[in-house]
């Protein structure tokens, strides 16, 4: 989901805000609560300490009815749970809940275990230390205070009592009031920062989208409406008047559409007058090589094409025809039928090259299948090291992992058998042939390289050497070997160069496209 930039800012602030205030909030709460226990402990410490002193003289006449009925007062006063009496060897001897009068607590107990919790009872303990809080059989929160009732020489010296003056401690007072308010007064602070809270991010979320709207989204709104506009062709200004940076970045952009405006015109004007010249020199261009190379293939081609097809087709075919019936026959010997077979493929093959020949002279799609070019080279080279050419002449192949192609097998073999033919001869004998396939990373071809260690190619015929009838090899040679490849490789989408130097060798550079791919011009059947 696409957030505009006033959603992500008010997000982010709201965010921010949230985490500060519930920070805030909760170390407030936390605190407020501290103070209101430290409050709530002092007071009921001050009462247990005015409920001892109120009561001292009643005790020094040992008017102890009095003293319970002051306790009792006292305890039905609001916030108070109950008070109770406990004598010195854990006697509860009065409680405003009666029916806990007479019970022992012990000494292990909350509320006890603060001055028994070693052999030797504590006298004295700072108010927090006596203080416990802790849930009453209904579930309530209270706060319990044990308060120290000592023997003072008054007690001690009374006519009433019989108190030792050793003596250090006579009892505990032990107040439990109820926290209930003190919850609730916490609570409602709570509530009251979470109320603000919210309503302070309701206003500053408010003025923060509205802000970044203001200032924000709408200057980049109208600078985005602009590049659109620019993108159809539209060209205008950005009208923000402001004097902050927004402003100074319209400013900008509005000089970069200016120039931007005029380049645009400038390269249009010159653009189309290049246009008009360079499609009227290359219409001149295509149409005269069009004329020449049509011209130059019907006038070297035709009259070949035509001889070959009248001269060879005949023989070939009688010499098929009775290959094939030789080779059926039961009468001959079984160790001559592996050589009438290689007789019979190679007439087929023959039969191939003169269609072959054919087929270009009409500029014939080729007939592609998958074909592997690494198959067909070692295809080619079983056929072609039996040749006499061949002897004495060492083979080095280096192939690389190229994938299968869409190609005319049987036209791509007659490529090879070409130059592997062209190559061996110029090398005589002790030479070295070198053949390389791979894959050209940069243009993402398949390049198959055949280089040989023969005499090279004069400069002056290395532009000749792809021309029909062209041929160094007097009356041996026709000169349309290299003239059939070219068509061939060039029907396949791709291209054939050569680099040769006089008295060190040849390389012929083959590159065919991984992809099926359409020849630049189609033929004409």
């Known amino acids: 989901m696409k957030l505009s930039i006033t959603t992500k800012v008010t997000l982010v602030t709201v965010f921010?805000?949230?985490?500060?205030?519930?920070?805030?909030?909760?170390?407030?709460?936390?605190?407020?609560?501290?103070?209101?226990?430290?409050?709530?402990?002092?007071d009921v410490d001050n009462l247990s300490e005015t409920l001892i002193r109120s009561t001292h003289y009643q005790m020094l006449e040992d008017d102890r009815k009095r003293v319970y009925q002051m306790i009792?007062?006292?305890?039905?006063?609001?916030?108070?749970?109950?008070?109770?009496?406990?004598?010195?060897?854990?006697?509860?001897?009065?409680?405003?809940e009666r029916a806990e009068i007479g019970q022992f607590l012990d000494k292990a107990t909350e509320g006890c275990n603060v001055c028994h919790t070693k052999d030797t009872p504590l006298t004295h303990a700072s108010s927090m230390n006596r203080s416990r809080l802790f849930d009453d059989k209904h579930g309530h929160e209270v706060l319990g205070m044990a308060k120290a009732i000592y023997n003072q020489e008054s007690c001690s010296t009374a006519e009433c009592h019989f108190h030792p003056p050793d003596a250090k401690l006579l009892g505990v007072l032990d107040v439990i009031v109820s926290l209930e308010g003190m919850r609730l007064q916490t609570a409602t602070y709570r509530n009251n920062i979470i109320a603000l809270s919210l309503i302070l991010l309701l206003i500053l979320g408010t003025c923060m989208s509205l802000l970044t709207q203001r200032f924000i989204s709408q200057p980049l709104n109208q600078m985005l409406e602009q590049t659109h506009r620019i993108a159809r062709g539209e060209w205008g200004e950005v009208q923000v008047e402001s004097k902050d940076e927004f402003g100074e970045l319209a400013r900008s952009f509005n000089e970069m559409t200016r120039s931007l405006r005029q380049a645009q015109e400038e390269l249009a004007q010159w653009g189309n007058q290049l246009e008009v010249k360079v499609e009227e020199r290359t219409h001149e261009i295509k149409e005269m090589q069009s004329r020449l190379i049509r011209s130059e293939k019907v006038a070297s081609l035709g009259e070949l094409v035509a001889g070959i097809a009248h001269e060879l087709n005949n023989p070939l075919t009688g010499v098929l025809m009775f290959s094939s019936m030789i080779s059926s026959d039961p009468r001959l010997d079984p160790a001559l039928k592996p050589d009438f077979d290689t007789i019979i493929r190679e007439t087929q093959r023959c039969a191939e090259i003169v269609k072959g020949l054919l087929d270009f002279a009409r500029e014939s799609v080729p007939k592609k299948v998958p074909t592997s070019i690494n198959d067909i080279m070692e295809q080619t080279l079983s056929l072609v090291e039996h040749h006499s050419s061949f002897h004495d002449i060492g083979i080095e192949k280096t192939y690389g992992e190229i994938p299968q192609i869409e190609a005319d097998p049987n036209q791509i073999e007659q490529v090879f058998m070409n130059l592997l033919i062209n190559a061996s001869q110029a090398m005589g004998n002790d030479g070295k042939l070198s053949i390389e396939t791979g894959i050209d990373a940069r243009s993402n071809k398949i390049v198959v390289r055949i280089s040989d260690t023969g005499s090279g190619?004069?400069?002056?015929?290395?532009?000749?050497?792809?021309?029909?009838?062209?041929?160094?090899?007097?009356?041996?040679?026709?000169?349309?070997?290299?003239?059939?490849s070219y068509g061939i490789i060039e029907n396949h989408g791709?291209?054939?160069?050569?680099?040769?130097?006089?008295?060190?060798?040849?390389?012929?550079?083959?590159?065919?496209?991984?992809?099926?791919?359409?020849p630049s011009g189609e033929g004409e059947e």
């Open 72 to 96: 009792q007062e006292v305890g039905t006063q609001r916030g108070i749970e109950h008070i109770r009496l406990i004598n010195k060897d854990g006697e509860i001897i009065f409680s405003t």
């Open 494 to 518: 791709g291209d054939i160069e050569v680099q040769s130097t006089p008295g060190e060798g040849t390389t012929f550079t083959i590159t065919l496209p991984l992809s099926s791919q359409e």
């Open 457 to 484: 190619i004069p400069p002056e015929n290395l532009d000749k050497i792809f021309d029909p009838f062209f041929t160094t090899k007097g009356h041996k040679g026709t000169g349309l070997g290299l003239s059939v």
């Open 16 to 42: 921010v805000l949230v985490g500060t205030m519930l920070l805030f909030a909760i170390i407030n709460v936390g605190a407020l609560k501290k103070i209101f226990l430290e409050e709530a402990i002092n």
